[in-house]
C-alpha cells in the first residue's frame, strides 16, 4: 500500500519528536511517510520544491497558510485551546497521538473536503463494477477489496458496496470507531425522496484506505428482505450521487434477486474462477442460463472471466472445457491461512490487479468511443 506523506510543522521540538516516536511504534509507520519541521525557512523551502503532500498538519500560534497549495492535499491545524469552537480543518493538538491521527485521516478522507489528485478528476459518470463467482472460496472478496484499493490508490474516485449475505466487510475496513449504515436499508423501503441525502449521512471511511463503503451489519435476513425494485433504487441512487468513477459491488456467489438485479445493472462483471473443475463446470452452465436470466444476449460481453489463485499452468482437462480466460490473477502462498488484514498486502497480487484495471479502464474507453 503507497504511504501517505505527512508533513508536521511545529516550533515544539518536544512535540515533534513525541510525534515521530508513536509514529514509528505504532501501527501507522507502514502508513505514513513522515517529515517534520520545527524552522519556517526549511518548510519554506520544501513547499517550494516538486515533493507532493498528501496532508500538511501545521500549528495555528506558529504559521498560517493558503488554505489551498499546489502539491498539498489536505492542509490541517493543531489548535491548544480545547475550549475554541473548532472549524472543519481544526484539531485539538493536546489529546492522545493516536486520537490526533485517527482525527487526521478522518478529515483527509472525508469526500466533501478532500481535492482531488492533480491530473486526476471525476469524470461525472459511475461504472458499476460487479466481482461474481459461480462457486465460493474463489477469493471474490479479496479481490474486490484489492480492485477498490488499487483504483484509490490510483487517484480514481472509487466506492465499494458489500451485499453478500453475510458482510463480510469487517474484515477488510477498520470498523471500530464506525457507526452502521445499516438504517439506509429501510430508507429503501419507507422513504425514497431522502434516500441521496441519508446515502451521504449513512456512508462511512476506511482511515486505512481512504475506501468509502456502507457498513451494513451482518444480517442474511436483512439482505434477503431487499426486493429487486429495492437493489435497483440503491444503485441508482448510488450513480446519481455522480460522486464516483467506479463502484465495486461485492456479490454473493449464487444467483439471488441482489445478485441478478446487480448483475443486469452493472457495466462490467469480474466473473472469478477457481482453479479447479468444480468452479469451470459451474461456470460454463451459469454463464449461458444468466443470458436468461438477465433477458440479455450480450451479456457475456460485460463478463471478463478471470482466474484466480493460477499457479502458472492449468490441467489439460479444464483447459478442454473450453472456458475462455481473459485475466489471471496469481496464488499467494501467503493466504492459504488468511487470519488478518495486515496480510492482505502483496505487492505481486497488486501488480496483477493494476493489469486488470488497465484492461478495465481500456474497456471503458473504447465503448465511449464506440
Known amino acids: 500500500m503507497k504511504k501517505l506523506r505527512l508533513v508536521l510543522f511545529d516550533l515544539d521540538i518536544e512535540y515533534i519528536e513525541l510525534f515521530a516516536n508513536y509514529i514509528r511504534t505504532s501501527e501507522y509507520a507502514t502508513r505514513f511517510d513522515v517529515k517534520l519541521f520545527s524552522r519556517y525557512e526549511s518548510l519554506q523551502q520544501y513547499l517550494e520544491s516538486d515533493e507532493h503532500t498528501d496532508i500538511l498538519l501545521l500549528s495555528t500560534e506558529d504559521?498560517?497558510?493558503?488554505?489551498?497549495?499546489?502539491?498539498?492535499?489536505?492542509?490541517?491545524?493543531?489548535?491548544?485551546?480545547?475550549?475554541?469552537?473548532?472549524?472543519?480543518?481544526?484539531?485539538?493538538?493536546?489529546?492522545?497521538?493516536?486520537?490526533?491521527?485517527?482525527q487526521v485521516l478522518s478529515l483527509h478522507y472525508e469526500h466533501d473536503g478532500k481535492k482531488p489528485s492533480k491530473g486526476k478528476s471525476h469524470s461525472g459518470s459511475s461504472n458499476v463494477i460487479s466481482v461474481f463467482s459461480a462457486s465460493g472460496g474463489t477469493g471474490k472478496t479479496t479481490t474486490?477489496?484489492?480492485?477498490a484499493n488499487q483504483m484509490k490508490e490510483n487517484g480514481?474516485?472509487?466506492?465499494?458496496?458489500?451485499?453478500?449475505?453475510?458482510?463480510?466487510?469487517?474484515?477488510?475496513f477498520d470498523v471500530e470507531h464506525l457507526s452502521s449504515s445499516s438504517p439506509l436499508l429501510y430508507y429503501l423501503k419507507s422513504n425514497a425522496e431522502e434516500l441521496?441525502?441519508?446515502?451521504?449521512?449513512?456512508?462511512v471511511v476506511d482511515q486505512n484506505t481512504g475506501i468509502p463503503f456502507f457498513y451494513f451489519m451482518p444480517s442474511a435476513e436483512e439482505m434477503l428482505d431487499l426486493s429487486e425494485?429495492?437493489?435497483?433504487?440503491?444503485?441508482?441512487?448510488?450513480?446519481?450521487?455522480?460522486?464516483?468513477?467506479?463502484i465495486i459491488v461485492d456479490l454473493e456467489s449464487t444467483i439471488n434477486s441482489i445478485s441478478l438485479t446487480t448483475l443486469k445493472k452493472s457495466d462490467q462483471v469480474i466473473w472469478l474462477l477457481g482453479n479447479d473443475m468444480y468452479s469451470f463446470h459451474k461456470t460454463g452452465y451459469l454463464l449461458e442460463e444468466l443470458h436468461g436470466f438477465a433477458n440479455d444476449g450480450s451479456f457475456s460481453d460485460r463478463v471478463q472471466l478471470v482466474l484466480n489463485k493460477y499457479t502458472g499452468s492449468m490441467d489439460p482437462s479444464l483447459v478442454?472445457?473450453?472456458?475462455?480466460?481473459?485475466h489471471y490473477l496469481p496464488y499467494i502462498p501467503e493466504w492459504k491461512q488468511l487470519v488478518n488484514k495486515e496480510q492482505l498486502n502483496n505487492q505481486v497480487f497488486e501488480e496483477?490487479?493494476?493489469?486488470?484495471?488497465?484492461?478495465?479502464?481500456?474497456?471503458v474507453a473504447s465503448e465511449v468511443g464506440g
Open 156 to 172: 480514481l474516485a472509487v466506492f465499494y458496496l458489500n451485499l453478500e449475505l453475510i458482510n463480510s466487510s469487517t474484515l477488510f
Open 63 to 102: 504559521l498560517q497558510l493558503e488554505p489551498e497549495m499546489e502539491g498539498v492535499e489536505t492542509l490541517l491545524y493543531l489548535v491548544n485551546d480545547a475550549a475554541e469552537e473548532l472549524s472543519k480543518n481544526e484539531l485539538f493538538k493536546y489529546q492522545p497521538l493516536s486520537h490526533v491521527i485517527s
Open 196 to 203: 441521496q441525502s441519508k446515502m451521504k449521512e449513512l456512508m
Open 320 to 326: 478442454e472445457m473450453g472456458i475462455e480466460i481473459g
Open 352 to 363: 496483477y490487479i493494476q493489469k486488470l484495471i488497465h484492461s478495465l479502464s481500456n474497456k
Open 144 to 147: 474486490a477489496f484489492h480492485l
Open 229 to 246: 425494485q429495492e437493489i435497483e433504487l440503491l444503485l441508482d441512487n448510488l450513480i446519481k450521487l455522480e460522486d464516483y468513477d467506479y
